[in-house]
């Protein structure tokens, strides 16, 4: 049987303080250094979870609604949604907090995809993750939609055998 795991061992915390070198001229966070950080973050809960060397296979849309300033505490928080055969969807939920004025909120999130491999880079199976919370849940049922959405948009899977995507397409049976 499939080794399971539950998806809250996999959760990983990590704070980061913006430097002077992390910002740009404006003095705010540069995308691709909170990009830099949710890798890390999200890499080291898809190993919590395998108990395997992961490499990143996938990065869904990152948008950077509002930016985060020189000085604020930034928080990345990333546990596993769920897991297929080898590869584990992560989801990492970001926080700015400007701990002068005691504001915090809630700047970025979004779902990165790791595939669990040997030494070989071989992708090789991983344990089965089972959500517990009612937001774990939500988050793996919704996991299957994402995965097929991301296949389909890397050329790996045709958009008629994504199910669970048939209402987006709009597809009938049978249509390529
Ligand atoms: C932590 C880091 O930053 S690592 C550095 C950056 N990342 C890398 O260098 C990874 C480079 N890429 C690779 O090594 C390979 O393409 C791999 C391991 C990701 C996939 O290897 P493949 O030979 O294509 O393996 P295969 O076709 O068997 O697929 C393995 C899994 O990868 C998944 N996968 C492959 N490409 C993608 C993709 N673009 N998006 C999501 N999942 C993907 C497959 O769905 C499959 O998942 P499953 O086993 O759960 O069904």
């Known amino acids: 049987m499939r080794k399971q795991k539950k998806v809250s061992e996999s959760y990983v915390i990590m704070t980061e303080l913006v430097l002077p070198n992390d910002t740009n001229t404006l003095h705010n966070l540069m995308g691709g250094k909170m990009m830099h950080w949710m890798d890390i973050v999200s890499a ?14 996938s990065v869904d849309n990152v948008s950077f609604a509002e930016s985060i300033k020189l000085g604020n505490v930034v ?7 769920r897991a297929f055969s080898s590869s584990m969807e992560v ?9 002068p004025s005691g504001r915090k909120v809630m700047s970025n999130q979004a779902f990165f995809t790791f595939v669990a491999v040997d030494q070989s880079g071989k992708a090789i199976d991983v344990p089965e993750a089972i959500p517990e919370t009612e937001e774990e849940i939500k988050l793996y ?5 994402r995965r097929q959405l991301r296949l389909v948009l890397a050329g790996r899977m045709k958009p008629s055998e994504a199910n669970e995507l048939r209402s987006i397409f709009d597809l009938k049976e049978g249509q390529e």
């Open 75 to 81: 928080t990345l928080e990333a546990k596993v949604t």
């Open 91 to 99: 989801h990492i939920v970001v926080y700015a907090e400007d701990i």
């Open 44 to 57: 080291i809960a898809a190993q919590r979870h395998s108990n395997r060397i992961v490499v990143t296979a």
């Open 141 to 145: 049922d919704g996991a299957l939609r």
